[in-house]
């Protein structure tokens, strides 16, 4: 959704410089996610457990993502993954925490020791309403490959992503061994969870960044020029600037205009986004699979399916 959204802004501009940052900070948590589970492999354990990723749960109201929860007989471990860089401090006195890079700039950022305590304060309370009765603690691993630990938060387990591993161990056995946690047990729990998956529904980018409709340019993307100029020609899409062809321009236009202004559109909201006159034409561009029609003839409204996602 960033990057369709990006695409559509003019460089240079604080609104897009936003974004980019937004995108920059999302790519480096996927990888520092990845790197993760990548290290977990090394978690081998005689032992029963059952490992979950990128758990998405609610209650009530309140949302909550989990990169890693781990179900073992003696303790349920949630594992918070961030990839930031540089040297890394935990202010005991005030609780902040910041970095300075590489240039020596401070950044003062969210204390993610803070999350870690939050998360686990939300899963105990879930576990109770689920009848799930493990023990919950919790654990936060930088993941960036130039991070230095200066100083560590006071309540929170915290390492580097090479630490984990033993870190784990040393963590699980400071609980004591119940025979009632057995692997039938374990697979339950899991399945309890699973049951109950909430994935995290992405606000449209000009709604999430409070954005004017009108900074976003309109048209159909050329992915060969990066420009806009993209027409119908001869049932297929055509880039008036460099000639390129594509089967699938129009339809991509489309996705982009649901990632930025939301998950309903009609189709005359479509054509003057997409700067195309002919109805027919949007009504078979608004006939994917993708989309949901409800309504008939010119009260006809569009949106994605449940469940769907936009794809990069």
């Known amino acids: 959704m960033l990057k369709r959204a990006i695409r559509r802004l003019k460089e240079n501009t604080p609104e897009r410089e936003l974004l980019e940052r937004e995108l920059f900070l999302a790519?480096?948590?996927?990888?520092?996610?990845?790197r993760l589970q990548k290290k977990f492999v090394e978690f081998y354990s005689s032992e029963p457990f059952e490992i979950l990723w990128n758990t998405s749960l609610t209650l009530g109201n309140w949302p909550v993502q989990i990169d890693g929860?781990?179900?073992?007989?003696?303790?349920?471990v949630i594992l918070e993954s961030k990839n930031i860089s540089g040297e890394l401090h935990f202010e005991t006195r005030t609780g902040e925490f910041f970095r300075n890079d590489v240039n020596g700039v401070k950044t003062i950022m969210d204390n993610p020791a803070v999350q870690v305590e939050k998360h686990m304060r939300f899963i105990r309370m879930w576990f109770a309403e689920n009848k799930i009765p493990l023990p919950v603690d919790g654990m936060l691993v930088f993941t960036a490959l130039k991070?230095?630990?200066c100083s560590l938060p006071q309540n929170t387990r915290t390492c580097r992503h090479h630490h984990m591993i033993e870190l784990l161990f040393k963590t699980i056995e400071e609980y004591p061994s119940s025979t009632q946690q057995n692997r039938h047990a374990l697979k339950k729990y899991r399945k309890i969870i699973e049951n109950q998956l909430t994935p995290y529904i992405q606000k449209p980018i000009a709604v999430q960044y409070s954005?004017?409709?009108?900074l976003f340019k309109r048209g159909i993307y050329c992915e060969a020029c990066k420009t806009f100029n993209v027409a119908r020609e001869r049932r297929r899409w055509q880039c008036?600037?460099?000639g390129i062809t594509s089967l699938t321009a129009g339809e991509e236009a489309v996705l982009d205009y649901f990632a930025i202004f939301g998950f309903q559109a009609n189709n005359e909201k479509l054509r003057t986004f997409l700067n195309v006159d002919d109805r027919h034409i949007v009504k078979r561009l608004l006939s994917?699979?993708?989309?949901?029609?409800?309504?008939s003839r010119r009260h006809s409204k569009y949106s994605l399916n449940e469940g769907k996602t936009l794809q990069e």
Not at 211 to 214: A, K, Q, R, T
Not at 288 to 295: A, F, N, P
């Open 27 to 34: 790519e480096a948590g996927i990888r520092g996610e990845k």
């Open 211 to 214: 954005m004017d409709p009108h």
């Open 69 to 76: 929860l781990l179900l073992t007989q003696k303790v349920a």
């Open 240 to 242: 008036d600037a460099c």
């Open 147 to 149: 991070a230095e630990l």
């Open 288 to 295: 994917q699979e993708i989309l949901t029609k409800e309504g």
